[in-house]
């Protein structure tokens, strides 16, 4: 079936930007504090790689919908190239602002990227949602474990120090071109492109887009959030890089590992029971995060974080694509990304004032009022719809 070799593509090219991405959290802090005046700023190169990302969702899936996802995708992973190239140009000549220009390329790639889960989504069976977005997200795992390994080969290979890590991107990126020139997912139509659907904002008063869209911004701010400001509280307590490689390496396992059964427990126990599990582990997560800052409270920590995105991630994803017609897809997808990579976006700048300024301990307590919110808002839906059955079978 075509839709299976599109989604094995696919779970192909989101490893690859997964190592990208997780390349980029595990070193750019680390390297803006060594390049930043005010180390205060140490995370804005992974602030603008979200900005990036951000401000280039929609127009990515506008560029998509008018030209395929296949050019999409292959113009994304070009602009990925570009900019590990001026990154590593920046690195090697030692200019912060440069490479924060890098780190924009970086995330405008990321934003075609995220269009990975609803190009599965698009061309799988109804049935099949849920399991070709899951499936799709799996390659994540093969990026968690390839990224750090890659930082720690390549961190030292070249002086300076990490200018061989940004110019190990510039291949994976190729590689990524590569794949996406295979994809075989149809066109819309003459018809389906000039379309334009309901209006935005009558689509978006639909309690489920609500509810998706939140669940998906929470997942990944509380998620970026802490893993942002992980390798700079482990440096802060002492503890050397190859532990902070180690420990995203299992984060984004958690995140990704789960995505081979998130699909069918979705189909089993309905998307929003699922979203509120996903909650109740980003609220443990906390909790372990606050109890102690060892390796193995850092380790349990970035785990149930990485399993918590996922349930939140993946469920918000699917419960959105109940909310659209075809021709409506690609300005609510866009608008649901650039929402989520904005929330990203603020909590990657806040991350690095947050842990050294005020400290670990204290950048978890901030988290603790967006799970709940979105707990909330989940249980009310829930009800919403239990009720609405009851009125039904009455």
Not at 73 to 84: D, H, I, K, T, V
């Amino acid at each position: 079936m075509s839709y299976r070799k599109n989604v094995t593509l696919l779970a192909a090219a989101q490893a690859l930007l997964l190592t990208n991405g997780i390349m980029l959290v595990s070193i750019n802090g680390l390297l803006g504090l060594q390049l930043a005046a005010d180390k205060r700023l140490a995370t804005l190169p992974i602030t603008t790689y979200v900005i990036g990302g951000a401000l280039a969702t929609l127009p990515a899936a506008f560029f998509m919908k008018r030209f395929g996802r296949r050019a999409g995708f292959m113009l994304g992973a070009g602009l990925g190239m570009l900019g590990a190239a001026i990154s590593a140009f920046a690195v090697s000549i030692g200019s912060f602002w440069l490479l924060c220009l890098g780190t924009v390329f970086a995330g405008i790639y990321n934003a075609f990227g995220q269009q990975y889960r609803f190009a599965a989504a698009d061309a799988a069976p109804l049935d099949w949602k849920g399991k070709a977005i899951s499936l799709t997200l799996t390659g994540g795992i093969l990026g968690g474990v390839i990224g750090p390994e890659v930082g720690k080969l390549t961190r030292t290979f070249l002086e300076p120090t990490y200018l061989a890590s940004y110019a190990a991107l510039i291949g994976f990126a190729a590689l990524s071109m590569l794949i996406a020139s295979r994809l075989n997912i149809p066109p819309l139509s003459v018809a389906e492109q000039k379309a334009v659907g309901r209006p935005l904002r009558q689509i978006a008063r639909q309690p489920a887009f609500a509810v998706a869209v939140l669940a998906a911004a929470c997942g990944y701010g509380v998620m970026n959030l802490l893993m942002t400001a992980t390798p700079l509280a482990m440096d802060i307590c002492g503890m050397p890089f190859a532990d902070t490689a180690f420990i995203l390496q299992w984060h984004v396992i958690g995140m990704f590992a789960p995505s081979f059964f998130t699909g069918d427990l979705i189909k089993r126990f309905g998307v929003l029971n699922i979203l509120i599990v996903g909650a109740a582990l980003m609220f443990v997560c906390i909790g372990i995060a606050l109890s102690g800052v060892t390796l193995m409270h850092f380790w349990w920590a970035l785990v149930l974080l990485g399993i918590g995105w996922n349930f939140l991630f993946i469920g918000g994803t699917t419960l959105l694509t109940e909310t659209y017609r075809p021709e409506e897809k690609a300005k609510v997808q866009g608008t649901n990304d650039f929402l989520v990579l904005g929330v990203q976006g603020l909590t990657s700048l806040s991350s690095g004032v947050l842990v050294t300024s005020a400290g670990w301990g204290t950048l978890n307590t901030y988290a603790v009022p967006i799970v709940a919110m979105t707990a909330l808002a989940t249980s009310l839906l829930w009800l919403y719809r239990r009720s609405a059955r009851a009125g039904d079978a009455a």
